[in-house]
Every structure is written in C-alpha cells, then in structure tokens.
C-alpha cells in the first residue's frame, strides 16, 4: 500500500470517484394491520408505531420511563453471605449438585417489585371516510425520520407526515386534503392499557395513569403518567365531546403528543405542558426544520454503497423484497438498508439526554416481553451490550450516553450488593436490572448468578474512551466505575488450593448448563471462561486507566499480579474452546449462549493472527452449537455470529447469518425478534438487539481497529464485489472511508481531528501512517 495526504479533506467526506448512498427509505403498499408492519419513530424517550390506515390513523406509544415496580432494599438473599463459602468448597470439591441445590436456597435475588416497562395506549385518529383508497402507499424515509402517507379517495388527495421530534420532545402528526374542508376525524386515546382515566379540555385530550401491572410487579408500584395529545387545525372546528376530541371540515391539522412522568421525583404534569406550550406556538413548519436540524447530521455521517439490486427488485415495497431475500434472492441495496436502519434505531431510541438506555424492546412495546415470561427491561448477559455495539464505529458514540448513566445507577446500588452479598468492596451486577437500579442476582438457576456483568456493560465506557481518547472522560467517568468493579473482583476472586489459581465463582456461563461426571445438569461452577475472560480484561483496562491518568500506583501493581494468576483458556475434548474450568459437556449442547466467547468478540484475547489454535476451537465451539439438533436461532444470535466471524475473517459465513437476521429473524418492518418457543416464549417478540447487532456486524466486515491498528476490509463477503462506505469510526477518533472494487481495495481516506499515528492493514500488508491535525490520509494499492 501507499499514501499521500490530502489538505483540507472533510472528514468522512465519499472516496474520489464514488457517490455518497444515501440512507435509503422502507416503503409498503398496504396500511400496517398488525405491529410488525408498523413503522417506528422516536426521539430517545417518546416512541410511536405508526399503522398509517386509510381510514384512520394509529399511533401506538412508548416511553422509556413507564416502568411498573420499585426501588428496594430486600433484593439480595439476607442468608446469602453465610452460606458462600461453603457453596465455594463444594463448587472446588467437585460436589457440584450439592452447590446447586444450596446456591438455589441462598444465593438468588428476592425482588419484591422488579417492574418492567408497560407498553402505553394508541393514539388513533379515525375519519369520515367513505370509498376504497387508491394509489395507497406509506414509507419511513431515513434520510429525515419521516414517515409518509399517500393516497386518494373519492377524488380527494390525502398525505400525512409523522415524526417525533427530539429537538421539541414531542410526536407530531400532520394530516393534509388538497379540497378545502375534506378532513373530518376523532382523536382518541385507547382506554384499559393502563389503568387512568381520559379527559377532554378545548383542543386536548389527556389521560393520567399508572405504569401498574401484576406479573413483574405487585399492581401498586410505577411511575404516574400523563399522556396528551393537541389538535391544532388549519380551518374548520374542534369540539371535546366525552373522550374524543371531533375535528370537523379540516383542511389540515397538526396533532401533537407529550408524555410526562414522574420517575425518579419529577412533575408528570410539568413535561407535557411546557412542550405543548411551544410545540403548538411555533407551528407545524418550524418543528419539521427543527426535526431535521437535529436528527440529519447525525445520520448523514455514515454511508454504505454495497452494489445495485436488479431493477425489478428495486420497484418492490420493502415486505416484498425481504421476503425474496429469505428464500434465497440477492438485494444488496436491502442488505445496505438495514445496515442503515439499525443506526436509525440507535438515533432514535437513544440520544445524549434520554433519561434511560435502551431497553430490551428499545424504544418500542409491544407489550409481549412486559406481558410474558420476560420483563422488558435491561438484560445485563449480552442484549443491553448489543443494543450499543454499533454506536461507535458508526459514529453514534453520543447515543451511548443513557447507557453510562444506567451504569453509574448500578455501581451506586451495586456497592450495597456487594457488601451485603459477598462481604466485599467495590460493586458488583448480576444479569438483570430495572429503571430503578437492580444489582442483585436474578431469581432463577441458570441465568440469575451472571455475576461479571457489570464489567461485560462496563467495556462499553471503556470502548467510547478508546474511539475518542478524551481522557476527562476516561478520569470523571470510566475510571471510577471501572476501579470500583475491579476492587471487588480483586476480593472476589479465590485462589484454587489444587493449582494457585484464582477463579471466580460461584457464577454461571449464562444462560448455559453442563452435565457433571455424576450426571447432573448443573450450571453453577468456580472459573467459567467467560467470568476470566471479563476479568483479564477489566484489570487490563484499569491497570493501562491508571497509567494514562497518573493514578493508582499500588492498585495496578495488585491488577497486574493478580492477572497472572487468572486461569488460561483451554481446549477440550471436542476441540472446542472450553466453556467451563472442567471439561464439562454441555446438558443443552443447542443453546444459543456462547459467553466464553467474549473472548473473539467484543474483546480480542483470541483472534486467527495472535491465537490461532484459540482462533480454531471457537470456530469449533461454533460448528458443535449449530449442528446440534434444536439450535436455538434467533435475532441477537445471528448478529453475534455475524460479529464472530467478522473476527475470524470469515466475510462468507457472516453474511449467511446476515441474510437469516433479515430473513428468518426480522419482519415485514426489518425490525429482529426473538423467536416464539425459545426461552420460554410463546410467540415472536421484537427485540432492539437484533438490528443493532447486524449493523455492527456489518461495520466489522468492513473497518476493525485496535488502539494500535486499523484493518482495511477484514472479512469482505465474496459477493459484495464493488461498494464503499464512508464516515466510519476506528479506535484513536479516526474517520474511515473505504472504496473497493472486484473485491479488492481501491483507496481508502482515512481522517483525525488531531495529529495522530497508526499502522494500516489490508490483509498481510501493513502501513505505518502519521495524520496532521484536520488531514486525511489516502491509501491505495502498490
């Protein structure tokens, strides 16, 4: 490869030659009749589903504070510290049922109120209409947010736009004839979603309820709500009439919408009015320029060109091509569209000022993980980290922000958790948490004793230090959380009288259980790969923190000394990598959890260049899981496939879990779920991690960085011939753009903000690379 600087380049600025893609829209010739045909919106707290009727409008709400529960102070076992240690010496005696049995009685969390967040009424919109539509079609264009509506009645020339605007807090509706006085309607709130009641004042209706339900919680506990929609028409009359309000001889309206609550001490009531207050005195026009003066710079950032589908493709609504895709068609465009979808998502289920991250559901309820076996709440094993792996390098890192405030809430609760639990300092997670701060165990063997989650969510922190290397960041924010973790786990951890050793435990490998040599499905064990895995890592990371900040001399050299004393990775008999200290065989060899692979990715302990043995048998691990009879597909899996052979340099094999992310685990909407008959589940029920992973998985395809290197189309599918993306982010605060052509590279740009050094891969060749400040680099071919 070669170089040559380029002055005065933008930064993530196209590739010479190449035309920037846009986002790209999803469009459909039908109204939505069910939820997975809906299309999203949000704008990082309010979320709406959109059905697009053409006889009325329906508009399904969500908020990322409607959560049922409580804080508590009784979540932890009171009998837990007690019985610990000789749960330990039985896990090292090898008397491995008997630790299960007595962890089950002793160890698991007792909520009393753990809450989920509740799904909230529809706002539904229904017309005078008489007549069958024409020329129907509806789209979300991610270029701006929108979602579109068109069609024809009678003559008559109806279009809606709906977007929710986090520059005004507020979801606006806009309804638009192009005859004088054609637009008559009701607007309403649906009744019994929650428990509340409606009320009608002038042009507003408004419903005051609770986030209460029974199954997660007592049916006592949740925020207060205070739901309201104004009606705002261009002509014609507004009357309240019991429930509704009645719109009459309209030629346009504007509907708006605000949700207030009052979790965590705010007014429900003050939220709504002041953004009605404004939203209603600007009008329409200036909160659609607003709208997209916040929402367009963050997503124009990025763009992905993967090749032209055939034109007769091109022409069909996106249900139609996505069910072409799942029986076997080729659709790069689709493909570059959901790319792109999960960076809308990211915008607008989280942005820098949410009270909340992204929950399991996102920024959506459909009301079937608050109503199931689920909670719609924050899964700690791997979906929450999921739900953010693509915010960095598509350079969302701000979108991550929520997510470090959920994590703040958790050491300040997790320091009582680990007192209480295990006589220790620092704080410690487990697998689940709520909007109120959760860090005891999960109620349930198996799944419940994760207990390295909190640092799995804290390399989140650690991940947006190393994209922007802000080292006030690092010092205010990471640092302390990461230091606290890494002080309980240095008095966690238990030396192996057998082999000096010094292994976590008792935890699981979640969500996994192994048969012991007596035959028992146990799922308790000391030194689970995944637990050393995230502790190698942890201590690495606080000991390289406290170098760069100039802190904590005596803590690193205890970090350091402890890290040579963690146990290796191992290969069993199977050549696979071992999930567990023992060679255990799995009870369910199908299951869908691979923790101990944490190691390939989102750490890089095993990679083909560094460990290629290591590299092999997690490709093995991976072979076994899928081959055996049941395995467990579904969205967040896919994905994590996708990033796994991302990491083995295997373009092929991610995109075959690619193609079944779209076409076997994502819906008419391309938006991903769990599927019904795993983990308890009856039906299909939507969850974020899906789309987010896939678009990371995408992104790793294309750019991977370390802190030291940045790799050049790593793993690029045989298939995607001729493309290029631009604006994505490598670690050091990089912008990246990259051109390819008959599978090879063309050039690439890559820009810094500041004065910066790197070295350059692109297969065996590498490039040592030095950026002034504001420049870009150019690369191409020898």
């Given at each position: 490869?070669?170089?040559?600087?380029?002055?005065?380049?933008?930064?993530?600025?196209?590739?010479?030659?190449?035309?920037?893609?846009?986002?790209?829209?999803?469009?459909?010739?039908?109204?939505?009749?069910?939820?997975?045909?809906?299309?999203?919106?949000?704008?990082?707290?309010?979320?709406?589903?959109?059905?697009?009727?053409?006889?009325?409008?329906?508009?399904?709400?969500?908020?990322?504070?409607?959560?049922?529960?409580?804080?508590?102070?009784?979540?932890?076992?009171?009998?837990?510290?007690?019985?610990?240690?000789?749960?330990?010496?039985?896990?090292?005696a090898g008397r491995y049922a008997e630790a299960q049995a007595l962890a089950g009685e002793h160890l698991l969390g007792t909520p009393t109120s753990f809450g989920t967040n509740v799904p909230?009424?529809?706002?539904?919109?229904?017309?005078?209409?008489?007549?069958?539509?024409?020329?129907?079609?509806?789209?979300?264009?991610?270029?701006?947010?929108?979602?579109?509506?068109?069609?024809?009645?009678?003559?008559?020339?109806?279009?809606?736009?709906?977007?929710?605007?986090?520059?005004?807090?507020?979801?606006?509706?806009?309804?638009?004839?192009?005859?004088?006085?054609?637009?008559?309607?009701?607007?309403?709130?649906?009744?019994?979603?929650?428990?509340?009641?409606?009320?009608?004042?002038?042009?507003?209706?408004?419903?005051?309820?609770?986030?209460?339900?029974?199954?997660?919680?007592?049916?006592?506990?949740?925020?207060?709500?205070?739901?309201?929609?104004?009606?705002?028409?261009?002509?014609?009359?507004?009357?309240?009439?019991?429930?509704?309000?009645?719109?009459?001889?309209?030629?346009?309206?504007?509907?708006?919408?605000?949700?207030?609550?009052?979790?965590?001490?705010?007014?429900?009531?003050?939220?709504?009015?002041?953004?009605?207050?404004?939203?209603?005195?600007?009008?329409?026009?200036?909160?659609?320029?607003?709208?997209?003066?916040?929402?367009?710079?963050?997503?124009?950032?990025?763009?992905?060109?993967?090749?032209?589908?055939?034109?007769?493709?091109?022409?069909?609504?996106?249900?139609?091509?996505?069910?072409?895709?799942?029986?076997?068609?080729?659709?790069?465009?689709?493909?570059?569209?959901?790319?792109?979808?999960?960076?809308?998502?990211?915008?607008?289920?989280?942005?820098?000022?949410?009270?909340?991250?992204?929950?399991?559901?996102?920024?959506?309820?459909?009301?079937?993980?608050?109503?199931?076996?689920?909670?719609?709440?924050?899964?700690?094993?791997?979906?929450?980290?999921?739900?953010?792996?693509?915010?960095?390098?598509?350079?969302?890192?701000?979108?991550?922000?929520?997510?470090?405030?959920?994590?703040?809430?958790?050491?300040?609760?997790?320091?009582?958790?680990?007192?209480?639990?295990?006589?220790?300092?620092?704080?410690?997670?487990?697998?689940?948490?709520?909007?109120?701060?959760?860090?005891?165990?999960?109620?349930?063997?198996?799944?419940?004793?994760?207990?390295?989650?909190?640092?799995?969510?804290?390399?989140?922190?650690?991940?947006?230090?190393?994209?922007?290397?802000?080292?006030?960041?690092?010092?205010?924010?990471?640092?302390?959380?990461?230091?606290?973790?890494?002080?309980?786990?240095?008095?966690?951890?238990?030396?192996?009288?057998?082999?000096?050793?010094?292994?976590?435990?008792?935890s699981d490998s979640p969500e996994n259980w192994y048969l012991s040599p007596d035959g028992d499905q146990c799922s308790l064990s000391m030194g689970a790969t995944c637990d050393t895995v995230?502790?190698?890592?942890?201590?690495?990371?606080?000991?390289?923190?406290?170098?760069?900040?100039?802190?904590?001399?005596?803590?690193?050299?205890?970090?350091?000394?402890?890290?040579?004393?963690?146990?290796?990775?191992?290969?069993?008999?199977?050549?696979?990598?071992?999930?567990?200290?023992?060679?255990?065989?799995?009870?369910?060899?199908?299951?869908?959890?691979?923790?101990?692979?944490?190691?390939?990715?989102?750490?890089?302990?095993?990679?083909?260049?560094?460990?290629?043995?290591?590299?092999?048998?997690?490709?093995?691990?991976?072979?076994?899981?899928?081959?055996?009879?049941?395995?467990?597909?579904?969205?967040?899996?896919?994905?994590?496939?996708?990033?796994?052979?991302?990491?083995?340099?295997?373009?092929?094999?991610?995109?075959?879990?690619?193609?079944?992310?779209?076409?076997?685990?994502?819906?008419?909407?391309?938006?991903?779920?769990?599927?019904?008959?795993?983990?308890?589940?009856?039906?299909?029920?939507?969850?974020?991690?899906?789309?987010?992973?896939?678009?990371?998985?995408?992104?790793?395809?294309?750019?991977?960085?370390?802190?030291?290197?940045?790799?050049?189309?790593?793993?690029?599918?045989?298939?995607?011939?001729?493309?290029?993306?631009?604006?994505?982010?490598?670690?050091?605060?990089?912008?990246?753009?990259?051109?390819?052509?008959?599978?090879?590279?063309?050039?690439?740009?890559?820009?810094?903000?500041?004065?910066?050094?790197?070295?350059?891969?692109?297969?065996?060749?590498?490039?040592?690379?030095?950026?002034?400040?504001?420049?870009?680099?150019?690369?191409?071919?020898?």
């Amino acid at each position: 490869m070669r170089q040559h600087e380029v002055v005065h380049a933008v930064a993530g600025s196209s590739a010479p030659g190449q035309q920037s893609s846009t986002p790209g829209r999803l469009w459909f010739s039908r109204p939505a009749t069910r939820w997975f045909e809906a299309l999203p919106i949000g704008n990082g707290r309010l979320g709406g589903m959109v059905y697009s009727g053409d006889r009325g409008e329906r508009i399904q709400l969500s908020e990322s504070t409607a959560w049922s529960g409580a804080p508590a102070d009784t979540d932890v076992s009171p009998t837990a510290l007690e019985h610990l240690p000789t749960i330990r010496g039985l896990l090292l005696a090898g008397r491995y049922a008997e630790a299960q049995a007595l962890a089950g009685e002793h160890l698991l969390g007792t909520p009393t109120s753990f809450g989920t967040n509740v799904p909230l009424p529809e706002l539904q919109v229904t017309f005078d209409a008489e007549g069958e539509p024409t020329r129907y079609e509806r789209s979300l264009d991610l270029q701006d947010a929108i979602v579109r509506t068109t069609f024809q009645r009678d003559g008559i020339t109806i279009e809606r736009e709906v977007f929710a605007s986090h520059a005004d807090g507020v979801i606006v509706v806009r309804l638009a004839a192009d005859t004088t006085g054609a637009l008559s309607f009701e607007l309403s709130f649906t009744e019994d979603v929650i428990p509340g009641q409606v009320t009608t004042e002038g042009d507003t209706i408004r419903l005051q309820g609770n986030a209460f339900e029974e199954l997660h919680s007592n049916g006592k506990v949740g925020s207060t709500l205070d739901l309201r929609a104004q009606v705002l028409p261009d002509d014609g009359t507004v009357v309240a009439e019991g429930n509704h309000l009645i719109v009459r001889n309209a030629t346009g309206a504007t509907i708006l919408v605000a949700v207030g609550s009052d979790w965590l001490g705010e007014d429900p009531a003050e939220r709504p009015t002041r953004l009605l207050e404004h939203a209603s005195s600007v009008g329409y026009e200036a909160l659609k320029q607003a709208h997209l003066d916040d929402y367009t710079p963050l997503m124009s950032q990025v763009g992905l060109d993967l090749g032209r589908s055939d034109s007769a493709v091109r022409e069909l609504p996106t249900d139609e091509r996505r069910a072409l895709l799942a029986k076997g068609g080729e659709d790069p465009e689709l493909l570059a569209l959901y790319f792109q979808y999960g960076r809308y998502l990211t915008i607008a289920g989280s942005r820098a000022d949410s009270p909340l991250p992204l929950a399991l559901q996102g920024a959506w309820n459909d009301g079937r993980a608050a109503g199931g076996p689920w909670t719609n709440d924050f899964h700690l094993d791997i979906n929450t980290q999921q739900n953010y792996w693509a915010a960095e390098i598509t350079g969302l890192g701000e979108c991550q922000l929520p997510l470090f405030t959920l994590i703040d809430g958790l050491r300040a609760s997790g320091q009582k958790t680990a007192t209480q639990l295990y006589g220790a300092p620092g704080w410690v997670s487990h697998t689940v948490s709520n909007a109120w701060g959760y860090s005891a165990p999960g109620w349930g063997l198996g799944w419940g004793l994760h207990v390295t989650s909190g640092i799995w969510i804290s390399l989140q922190l650690w991940e947006h230090f190393e994209y922007n290397r802000d080292l006030g960041f690092l010092a205010d924010r990471a640092y302390p959380v990461l230091r606290d973790a890494a002080e309980f786990f240095l008095a966690y951890l238990t030396e192996d009288p057998a082999t000096g050793q010094l292994l976590s435990g008792p935890s699981d490998s979640p969500e996994n259980w192994y048969l012991s040599p007596d035959g028992d499905q146990c799922s308790l064990s000391m030194g689970a790969t995944c637990d050393t895995v995230l502790i190698e890592a942890l201590f690495r990371i606080c000991t390289e923190a406290s170098d760069l900040l100039g802190v904590d001399e005596e803590l690193r050299s205890r970090l350091e000394a402890a890290r040579e004393k963690l146990p290796p990775f191992q290969i069993g008999k199977h050549g696979q990598l071992q999930e567990w200290l023992v060679d255990f065989d799995e009870a369910v060899p199908s299951h869908r959890h691979t923790s101990h692979l944490i190691a390939l990715y989102p750490e890089r302990q095993i990679s083909p260049r560094l460990t290629p043995e290591l590299a092999r048998a997690a490709e093995v691990t991976i072979e076994r899981r899928q081959n055996a009879e049941g395995w467990e597909q579904t969205e967040w899996v896919e994905a994590n496939l996708m990033t796994y052979y991302a990491r083995l340099l295997d373009g092929d094999l991610a995109l075959r879990h690619l193609l079944g992310l779209i076409g076997d685990a994502s819906e008419h909407n391309l938006m991903s779920y769990s599927a019904g008959g795993i983990a308890g589940a009856e039906h299909n029920i939507y969850s974020f991690d899906g789309n987010a992973g896939g678009t990371a998985g995408i992104a790793e395809l294309l750019v991977q960085s370390t802190s030291e290197e940045i790799e050049l189309l790593p793993a690029l599918p045989s298939s995607w011939r001729d493309g290029s993306v631009h604006g994505l982010r490598a670690r050091g605060g990089f912008v990246v753009d990259v051109t390819w052509q008959n599978g090879r590279l063309v050039t690439a740009r890559i820009t810094n903000p500041h004065e910066a050094s790197v070295r350059v891969r692109q297969g065996d060749e590498l490039l040592d690379v030095t950026i002034a400040a504001g420049a870009t680099v150019e690369i191409t071919p020898v």
